[in-house]
């Protein structure tokens, strides 16, 4: 088990690298004892050895209430954190052989250790749930503060049942990667991880617009859209989005993307979407409310309510 310290805030920020700068950097993942967090590190344990790049384990050990602590307090924290590092690190080298792990340890809350390293990731993964909370809790604390504020592109993991079989395989060709997507404006980055995902995993790109009736279709008298109208504004969004997609179709040609329009509310669309994927792909806008911890409506249903691993990628907008 390679150890490593973790930086203080103030380290260098990646938040400016390049994508491919980026999918050279570890994958990170925080352990903290709970099956949601076992079901995150395995999912990124999978994930780094598809880009093939290290696997940052991270365990953070929140300040205790109170002017001091003894030392002796402390030591047995770092010594349950070290503790959980090993058991996991053992377990998952015994599955993955060829997965090159680090470990770190913070003094410091676990949203905020996760954000500080993350800085230096190319992948934060994290389960949606940790420790804390209530029973019929869908989504906990440090999952809401990642989601709003990650630097780099973050992962959500739901629990999943036997995620530590013995001898599974990194996911190729399993599950199709969803992409939400909005052709009126598009965003570069989210479009490019989602090509990037469904290439690496050998995988179909489902790419979903939601779309609503334009304001003057409907008659303030009847308020009745006809069939026929209907079907000549769904063409247009339609070829909208086809012609919105066309450079990263060029970009990744050993991607098959099935473009998919639903006239429904966007959390509608990408959670039905989510039911039949392996990954789902969304936006997050960098944006004043974001540093205040708040999320979009649409990015706070799907995080509350996907069935498969949520991808939360940053973009400027």
């Not at 809790?137 to 999943?160: D, E, I, K, Q, Y």
């Not at 006239?263 to 959670?271: G, I, T």
Request: proline share 8%; hydrophobic share 45%; charged share 20%.
């Amino acid at each position: 088990m390679e150890e490593r310290s973790h930086r203080p805030a103030g380290a260098r920020h990646g938040a400016g690298r390049t994508k491919e700068a980026r999918m050279r950097l570890p994958v990170l993942a925080g352990v903290d004892g709970s099956e949601y967090a076992a079901a995150a590190v395995d999912w990124a344990a999978r994930e780094a050895l598809l880009r093939g790049v290290p696997l940052l384990l991270l365990h953070a050990s929140p300040p205790l209430p109170g002017a001091a602590v003894p030392g002796a307090a402390l030591d047995r924290l770092h010594h349950v954190g070290a503790w959980l590092l090993r058991r996991t690190v053992a377990d998952l080298t015994r599955r993955h052989p060829d997965l090159q792990v680090e470990c770190a340890q913070a003094d410091d809350a676990p949203a905020g250790a996760l954000l500080t390293a993350a800085r230096d990731a190319g992948l934060l993964v994290v389960g949606t749930r940790g420790t804390g909370g209530f029973a019929g809790l869908a989504v906990g604390s440090v999952a809401l503060r990642t989601a709003a504020a990650a630097p780099c592109p973050a992962v959500f993991v739901p629990p999943r049942p036997g995620v530590f079989a013995d001898g599974a395989p990194p996911v190729r060709g399993a599950g199709q990667v969803v992409l939400g997507f909005d052709a009126h404006r598009p965003a570069g980055e989210v479009a490019d991880f989602a090509f990037s995902a469904a290439e690496a995993r050998a995988s179909r790109l489902r790419v979903v617009q939601a779309w609503a009736f334009p304001a003057e279709s409907v008659s303030s008298r009847t308020l009745v859209v006809t069939e026929e109208d209907r079907a000549i504004w769904e063409d247009q969004e339609v070829l909208r989005l086809s012609d919105a997609l066309r450079p990263w179709q060029e970009k990744y040609p050993r991607v098959t993307a099935d473009a998919d329009v639903m006239l429904l509310h966007p959390a509608e669309a990408l959670l039905n979407a989510s039911r039949s994927a392996g990954l789902l792909v969304v936006g997050r806008r960098t944006e004043p409310r974001a540093a205040e911890g708040r999320l979009g409506p649409v990015t706070h249903a799907v995080l509350h309510h996907a069935r498969c691993p949520l991808v939360l990628v940053p973009h400027a907008m």
